[in-house]
């Protein structure tokens, strides 16, 4: 248990004790900024859809 959490700790600092920033480490894990990619440009195609037929004239 205390290896995993300072395998953590090593993963989010750096060498002088700095905490690396979010988009940094997402940045870093090129697979989960894939996904995260992908599912954003679903979301909103899928949004922007929903948006267009909601706003189609009735009639």
Do not use: C, H, K, V
Not at 8 to 22: C, K, L
Not at 44 to 56: A, F, H, V
């Amino acid at each position: 248990m205390d290896t995993e959490f300072r395998l953590e700790r090593a993963m989010t600092t750096t060498d002088n004790g700095e905490e690396i920033p979010f988009m940094q480490r997402l940045y870093n894990r090129i697979w989960l900024l894939a996904a995260a990619a992908l599912l954003f440009f679903a979301l909103s195609y899928s949004g922007w859809g929903m948006l267009d037929l909601l706003t189609i004239p009735s009639g």
